[in-house]
């Protein structure tokens, strides 16, 4: 631990954090322990009572009060009156009726007033009830969409063609079944009759307080009093919050501590790990720069806040697993281009869309499962190693200007293909359009090779599902990118890329090493661009792959590469961190701002955020 | 000798030429009258001319290609908004939002400088990342922050249903649109006349202030005017310029633009671009702030791009809030490079020539490819691929000759092919 020096305004704020982390979390904790002991569950048990009691008590005062109208109507009518005599009487009668009735306490009981046990055993009877019937309901639906899950459709097409922007892969993860035609099944017909025989008995109970209750009403209050009762995806603080509202109890302190309990020890952890990063800011700084400490600590809120939320981090935790592997393979593509000299290789799209042209055929073909999937790794290979070639040719006549000459050469060249993708006589109804010329921009491989890799072997852990084939292939891929990069071929690239002048003295041929390293990185492009595509579900031509190139360069950054050097380590790290960051960002920034894009204004922040850090990295020390 | 000097005027120009050749081409193939054409160009000249001026000082000071003025637009987006959210009416909202970009755009051209600063030698991608990460803050603004945090009372501006501005922002309600251009309009062979005059004023000014009285050059120069003017008079090209209405205001300012573009490069500051854009090295050693002199160019353009972007939105009447600044960087950069403009290298005849060919294609292409191939989306990413085409062809040019300045260019023929 020696070498590391901190400055008094460190301690103290690391001890000022530690401190409120232990006093916040210490509240935490009680109020988590609240809500199990006896006083806690009788305070919110007592709350929904209350609620339940006013929701009937208004029943009450309305059935008092259309018995006394119905009445003075009547006694009109039997003197004759008219229209005009029958209304007054009847707005006379509902006034007097409504101001007895509080005088009269008819719709108000105090809870101390009367027995609550029989109404408490019969509420708790219908909330285990509608507990179970709500499990069963989620357990059906889940079995439906897994049932129906071939049916997934995405938005596609027409609005997309039109302002050629790319879809948000983010989306693929929130592509849901259509539930309209799930219908309730026998296990969940049973359970709502247990519910509706629960709340016959408790609706006998409380005819028993309010004696004015007519069963009519008491049927049209059913839906309000299940609801306060127990509703679909409860948790403790809904349910909290709820018996709150229509109660209209004042908790006090002892019920904000139990109801914000798991807030506030989840907090107390942030601040922890805030203090920590306090202490060991310096080495943290030293090693891992600011930028990524910055995200670090970002992904750790995100995961907090997905916890206090109550998002299923398992669930978003695999969607990161799989985006690791998904996108791993496109950002490895980065690692030999830097390493041979050619810095960023921003003209990844040139690589790219020779694995699309490899998905098309194996499409085309009418390929299938692992063997099409193989096939278009192999025809993409040999398309990107061509195209590697003649642009690593054009790149060594360039030095020292490649990312901005390759920038603009990628874009060309997928608009250039977007003309391609027009033109080219493919023949398959799952890419041409249904009218008109041209391939679509989206196309599905539902029939071709949609997640061969990410169902191979898959399990299940903690909830977490792996995609072994995935992670393997990916695994795979570095491995064999860390061999070549240890053999003599690959050690002389890098030093190529890492001292022209110094290699071409010990006689490496520098461009041809750096031919090698951007061919690579080339048909790496090809091959990842398949992975993603089997991931995803789905190929996306046009104006898609334009942008790859960034996230790729700012996942290899955020790992810790600079625009000259990187380990195979950083693509796991940064590919991990950065995809991390954006699955969980969705769905909290959807909690917390409903129907909100931030997640996609996040990904646009940090992936140009990011190169910009390293490109201020890297030109700062060349002046003149 | 005379075959050589072509050669070399070929090889410096081929952009220009092909893109001539092309609008050429596509003249024919489009099927379009001419008098729509020109009706066509001269709309589009007066949005986008100015915007392409706003390039020529960073390319002056070696910065290259401002990729970064989308920022200037930005700024002068958010500035349209803020006029609208007041309540301004008619040209004054104009001028108000005029003066707005002015503080906003400076700020951010100064932070770009500070940020450019620290990578030299690769300013164009940093300025296009710049304009990317730049435009995920616009978008936190517009859709987190305006609405949210800052209240926007007026309910034309807001999504409905949910919070943040909306998509499309229309100026007509407010009368910012077309007020610079309801100003004055002439047909064309008036405005002619106009511009002819002030010009002959500027010229003889200049003659009279001169010391070397060089009547020679200033007869030509009044003379190539007045036969300009005569050549208007003529009724084929009356016809021909019978559909436009020349937006005198508009034409003004981008006139006015060029002049300080002139003027400024005669003055102490202006050699100061200059110097810094030659080499650095030697700036600093002549005791250049070369940083500051950087900064300065990069506010200059950031502040001109959002005028031009003010002028671009007023004269469509309305607005992308979040798309129409992403593609001005890319539009007004490929555009000079048409001109003849190289990354190191631009004068407003460049620009001004780039605006033309540029736009001209643009017209012109979509209906070529729809006569020529049956289908006008062919056009759309044809011209979608001139734009990049242009810029990677002009960035490896420039980086062959100076990695190369000496060897011959042996794969100019390939780079052609590529663009």
């Known amino acids: 631990m020696h070498g590391i020096n901190i400055s008094r305004k460190q301690a103290i704020a690391c001890a000022a954090l530690i401190i409120a982390a232990v006093i916040i979390g210490a509240i935490g904790l009680y109020g988590l322990n609240a809500r199990q002991s006896a006083s806690g569950v009788t305070l919110l048990e007592e709350m929904r009572l209350q609620a339940i009691l006013n929701t009937a008590g208004t029943g009450a005062v309305d059935a008092y009060v259309a018995a006394e109208k119905q009445a003075a109507t009547k006694a009109v009518r039997a003197e004759g009156g008219g229209m005009k005599e029958v209304r007054e009487a009847s707005a006379k009668a509902a006034e007097e009726a409504l101001a007895r009735a509080q005088e009269l306490g008819i719709g108000e009981v105090a809870l101390s007033a009367i027995d609550t046990k029989p109404l408490a055993s019969a509420l708790n009877t219908l909330a285990e009830a509608q507990t179970a019937y709500f499990d069963e309901e989620a357990r059906a639906q889940a079995a439906y969409i897994e049932a129906h899950a071939d049916e997934v459709t995405v938005q596609q097409d027409a609005d997309v063609a039109d302002d050629g922007e790319e879809m948000s892969d983010l989306e693929m993860m929130e592509q849901t079944v259509d539930l309209s035609g799930f219908t309730a099944t026998a296990e969940m017909q049973a359970l709502q009759a247990d519910v509706d025989a629960a709340y016959l008995a408790l609706c006998e109970e409380i005819k028993l307080v309010f004696p004015a209750l007519t069963d009519d009403i008491l049927t049209s209050l059913k839906a309000t009093i299940t609801g306060i009762v127990a509703q679909s995806g409860d948790t403790f603080e809904t349910r909290y919050d709820r018996a709150v509202e229509a109660s209209g109890m004042q908790p006090g302190a002892n019920g904000w501590i139990m109801r914000n309990g798991r807030t506030l020890a989840l907090s107390a952890v942030g601040l922890c790990i805030l203090a920590l990063a306090v202490f060991f800011y310096g080495p943290l700084v030293a090693k891992l720069g600011v930028p990524r400490l910055i995200i670090g600590m970002f992904f750790v809120l995100l995961c907090l806040m997905a916890l206090i939320l109550d998002l299923s981090l398992t669930s978003q935790l695999s969607n990161a697993l799989v985006r690791l592997g998904m996108n791993g393979v496109l950002v490895l593509s980065m690692l030999p281009g830097i390493q041979c000299g050619i810095s960023l290789n921003l003209g990844m799209p040139i690589g790219i869309i020779g694995g699309l042209i490899g998905g098309l055929l194996c499409i085309e073909l009418g390929m299938s499962g692992m063997s099409g999937f193989f096939f278009a790794i192999a025809v ?245 | 000798m005379v075959k050589k000097n072509w050669r070399e005027f070929a090889r410096n120009n081929v952009v220009t030429i092909m893109f001539i050749v092309l609008c050429a081409v596509c003249m024919v193939l489009s099927g379009y009258t001419p008098s729509y054409v020109v009706y066509e160009l001269f709309g589009r000249l007066s949005r986008n001319a100015f915007i392409v001026l706003a390039l020529i000082i960073p390319i002056i000071a070696g910065m290259g290609i401002n990729f970064a003025i989308t920022i200037g637009a930005m700024a002068a987006q958010i500035a349209c908004i803020l006029v609208i959210e007041w309540g301004i009416q008619g040209f004054t909202s104009f001028l108000a939002a005029a003066a707005l970009t002015v503080p906003m755009a400076a700020l951010f051209g100064f932070g770009i400088g500070k940020i450019l600063n620290k990578m030299k030698g690769q300013e164009m991608i940093g300025g296009m990342i710049l304009g990317y990460f730049a435009n995920g803050l616009y978008q936190l603004l517009c859709l987190f922050i305006f609405d949210n945090i800052i209240p926007i009372n007026n309910p034309d501006l807001t999504i409905t249903g949910s919070t943040g501005i909306a998509n499309t922002i229309d100026l007509a309600k407010n009368g910012m649109a077309n007020s610079l251009e309801s100003l004055w309009k002439l047909p064309a062979y008036q405005a002619v006349l106009v511009f002819a005059a002030v010009i002959a004023i500027i010229l003889l000014i200049g003659y009279a202030r001169s010391p070397r009285k060089n009547a020679k050059r200033l007869g030509i120069q009044i003379g190539t005017l007045a036969a300009v003017c005569v050549i208007m008079q003529i009724p084929a090209v009356k016809e021909l310029f019978s559909m436009v209405m020349v937006p005198m205001a508009t034409f003004g300012l981008v006139a006015l633009l060029c002049v300080f573009n002139v003027v400024i490069m005669r003055t102490r500051l202006g050699q100061q671009f200059r110097a810094v854009g030659q080499s650095r090295v030697v700036a600093n050693a002549a005791g250049i702030n070369v940083d500051k002199v950087r900064i300065i160019a990069i506010t200059i353009s950031t502040v001109l791009a959002g005028w031009g972007q003010l002028i671009f939105v007023q004269n469509l009447g309305a607005f992308q809030t979040y798309g129409a600044a992403d593609q001005v960087g890319l539009y007004a950069g490929a555009a000079i490079l048409v001109g003849g403009a190289s990354v190191v290298r631009a004068t407003n005849t460049q620009a001004l020539l780039g605006t033309v060919l540029f736009h001209l294609m643009f017209i012109l292409a979509p209906a070529a490819g729809k006569n020529l191939l049956g289908n006008a989306a062919i056009g759309e990413y044809f011209r979608v691929f001139m734009c990049y085409g242009v810029i990677a062809l002009a960035l490896v040019m420039h980086a062959w000759s100076s990695v190369a300045p000496r060897k011959k260019l042996k794969g100019g023929d390939k780079a052609t092919d590529k663009a």
């Open chain 1, 380 to 624: 993409g290979l040999v398309i990107s190693a061509v195209t590697g070639y003649l642009y690593g040719q054009l790149l060594n006549r360039l030095k020292g200007d490649e990312m901005s000459v390759t920038t603009y050469v990628g874009f060309s060249i997928v608009s250039l293909m977007c003309i391609a993708w027009l033109v080219l006589p493919f023949k398959s109804p799952v890419m041409k359009w249904p009218l008109g010329d041209g391939l679509r921009t989206t196309i599905g491989l539902q029939d071709a090779y949609k997640h061969v890799l990410n169902n191979f072997l898959s399990f299940e852990v903690l909830g977490i599902t792996v995609p072994t084939g995935l992670l393997l292939f990916f695994a795979l891929c570095c491995f064999l990118v860390w061999l070549f990069m240890r053999s003599r071929t690959g050690i002389a690239v890098s030093a190529a890329g890492a001292n022209p002048r110094f290699a071409a003295a010990t006689g490496i041929n520098v461009n041809r090493m750096r031919i090698i390293g951007t061919m690579l990185s080339t048909m790496l492009a090809a091959v990842g661009i398949v992975v993603y595509g089997q991931s995803y579900g789905f190929m996306q031509l046009y104006q898609a792959p334009r942008q790859m190139g960034f996230l790729a360069a700012s996942a290899i950054l955020l790992g810790g590469a600079s625009t000259s050097r990187a380990r195979i380590s950083h693509v796991v790290i940064g590919t991990f961190l950065f995809q991390g960051v954006l699955t969980l960002s969705m769905p909290v920034a959807n909690a917390l701002i409903p129907g909100s894009t931030i997640s996609e204004t996040l990904r646009i922040l940090i992936s140009n955020g990011i190169i910009l850090y390293a490109l201020t990295k890297s030109g700062g020390a060349t002046r003149g």
